[in-house]
């Protein structure tokens, strides 16, 4: 199995930060932080790294230089573009003047996005952007895949815009093709990969879903189970398409970029940027997303985006990154992993900590909560009675606050009597 993973970015001079380090663990990394802090930028510095096109998505400074540091087959090395790189700054236009290769130092080989074929051959990210459905469209019947050279080139070039929407895989081909190919000697792994979705796929739904892959038809429509009803593909809800995407783009990577006789994805090496994993995803599904991610991709690194609470809340220690609001990133130059883990923080308590979501203070179960409060203090019994019933009419039935109450309210009312 060969060792694939990013350590960190290097930005300076680009976009919103003046110099920025983000550093990554080998597992799961989930950024999260303030709204418009710089997430889906911290993606995009990665994917100019590697591809030599699709600079115009950014804006850069005088000074820019981006690169990210890698470890692959037991080297190291520094991918991405040093200093004087660009000729015109100026946004959607920058062009490159040379392809720089990045500062140099001891112990890492420094590449350029033009060297990376032939230095880093098989460090091949997959970037997955926001945009997740799957709109119909009519398969004719089975289409040649493109070799793995190929299909490398087209990842490392793609890869600024895979993260924006405007380059992706087609999904349902590559269904269709295996209803066609999996019985055939040569496609062993691939087999293997399917019958592997197949049976993972159950796993990752909410429990009750029964979430199924049943067959592909002779009209060359691939049918799902959901819900005891059969379904198309195009017809799955917004959370199953999301995750179906995701998935099945990963399969796709491992497949298409690796070649014969290390194309399992249970095996497969290599790094996943994900941005919004959480896009759709009913919170329940949220829950079980990273464990899911983590059992039928045992040995991906995965760097993902995140605006959910529900999901940091299943990071292992280790896996949150959180980055400063956009106010006060000028003050941060380097960004770790948090060692803790919020398995054990309340939604609340992320809200406002990790996203800085200022507004939870206003929240009418905290004002109404603070007059009853003051109704108590001042022992009027009348007034805390309003404020209870105030309270009953937006709170869950099983609120321990005003059970608490209640209480409170019982013991005025039989001071009042005596
Ligand atoms: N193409 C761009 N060039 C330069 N700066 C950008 C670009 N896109 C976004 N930004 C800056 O980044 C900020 C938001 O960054 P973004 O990474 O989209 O945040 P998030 O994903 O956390 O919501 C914007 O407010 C803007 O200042
Ligand atoms: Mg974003």
Request: glycine share 6%; aromatic share 10%.
């Amino acid at each position: 199995m060969k060792m694939k993973k990013i350590e960190s970015v290097h930005m300076k001079g680009f976009r919103q930060f003046d110099s920025l380090d983000v550093y990554f663990n080998d597992k799961f990394n989930f950024i999260a932080g303030p709204n418009g802090c710089g997430k889906t930028s911290i993606l995009t510095a990665i994917s100019h790294c590697f591809s030599t096109q699709g600079h115009t998505h950014s804006r850069f400074s005088k000074d820019v230089e981006f690169w990210t540091d890698i470890a692959y087959n037991n080297a190291l090395f520094r991918v991405g573009l040093g200093p004087d790189s660009f000729s015109k700054l100026a946004y959607r236009e920058n062009t490159v003047r040379q392809w720089s290769r990045p500062l140099k130092i001891d112990g890492r080989n420094a590449v350029a996005p033009t060297n990376a074929p032939e230095e880093i051959p098989d460090f091949v990210p997959l970037f997955i952007g926001a945009q997740r459905s799957i709109s119909y469209r009519q398969i004719a019947g089975l289409k040649r895949e493109d070799n793995q050279e190929k299909n490398k080139v087209n990842y490392r070039n793609q890869a600024v815009k895979s993260l924006y929407g405007e380059w992706d895989q087609d999904v349902k081909q590559w269904m269709v093709n295996r209803y066609f190919i999996i019985d055939k000697d040569w496609a062993k792994e691939e087999a293997q990969n399917w019958e592997h979705l197949i049976m993972m796929l159950p796993s990752i739904g909410p429990l009750d879903s029964e979430f199924q892959y049943l067959r592909t038809e002779r009209e060359l429509e691939p049918i799902f189970k959901l819900y005891g009803k059969e379904c198309y593909l195009e017809e799955l809800s917004a959370g199953f398409q999301a995750i179906l995407l995701i998935i099945a783009n990963i399969f796709i990577w491992v497949e298409g970029t690796n070649v014969e006789g290390s194309r399992s994805v249970k095996n497969a090496t290599g790094t996943v940027l994900i941005d919004e994993l959480d896009v759709h995803l009913h919170p329940e599904w949220q829950f079980n997303i990273r464990s899911g991610l983590a059992a039928i991709f045992p040995n991906l690194q995965f760097i993902v985006t995140t605006h959910s609470p529900h999901l940091l809340s299943t990071a292992n220690p280790g896996e949150v990154i959180r980055m400063p609001s956009s106010r006060y990133l000028h003050e941060c130059k380097v960004l770790r992993p948090d060692v803790r883990s919020f398995a054990g923080w309340s939604t609340d308590q992320i809200l406002s900590e990790i996203m800085d979501v200022k507004s939870l203070d206003n929240k009418l179960h905290e004002r109404l909560i603070a007059n009853a409060l003051e109704q108590v203090e001042q022992s009027n019994a009348k007034g805390l009675q309003v404020a209870i019933e105030a309270l009953k009419q937006i709170s869950h039935p099983n609120d321990t606050v005003i059970v608490a109450l209640t209480a409170r309210l019982a013991t005025l009312q039989a001071a009042a009597d005596d």
